[in-house]
């Protein structure tokens, strides 16, 4: 136990940002703003069923953590052969929405959210509420979804 903890704490100073590197608050803002942004143009491109678009909103690799799976897709391209909108509304899905997007972590180039999300059937009555994280980057000048975790089947 003593040693996972020493561990952990090691992990978690790793982490901190360099005291003679930190990064200014508007820096960290203007990062919390291109992700939120982000994250909003994720959400509509997911309900227009668009995966072309959808995929435009992720950074590569992207990494998806769900149902007891890891999935990365390296490219654009394979993600965009995927078949969320095949599968998707055979459990009554329609479109969702976010309930809730609470920076947990940023940095100038990275932001954690903590999101819960909520999925509505045609007739918009509420299907399923999920939490998730998402890990928001900033690659090539593009604000993007680089990894995922979700509690969503």
């Given at each position: 136990m003593l040693i996972r903890t020493i561990s952990l704490l090691l992990l978690l100073l790793l982490a901190l940002p360099n005291?003679?590197?930190?990064?200014?608050?508007?820096?960290?803002?203007?990062?919390?703003?291109?992700?939120m942004s982000a994250l909003d143009e994720f959400m509509l491109q997911f309900n227009r069923r668009d995966m072309e678009a959808w995929a435009a909103t992720l950074n590569y690799p992207h990494v998806r953590f769900a149902s007891g799976n890891v999935t990365v897709w390296e490219t654009a391209e394979e993600f965009a052969q995927g078949r969320a909108f095949v599968n998707l509304p055979r459990s009554?899905?329609?479109?969702?929405?976010?309930?809730?997007?609470?920076?947990?972590?940023?940095?100038?180039?990275?932001?954690?959210?903590?999101?819960?999300?909520?999925?509505?059937?045609?007739?918009?009555?509420?299907?399923?509420?999920?939490?998730?994280?998402?890990i928001v980057t900033l690659r090539d000048d593009h604000w993007g979804t680089q990894a995922r975790s979700s509690l969503a089947p």
């Open positions: 005291p003679s590197g930190r990064a200014q608050d508007g820096d960290i803002e203007q990062a919390i703003v291109g992700a009554g899905w329609d479109h969702s929405h976010w309930l809730t997007r609470d920076v947990v972590m940023a940095a100038p180039g990275k932001v954690h959210i903590q999101t819960v999300f909520q999925r509505f059937n045609s007739d918009n009555e509420i299907i399923g509420t999920y939490e998730s994280l998402y």
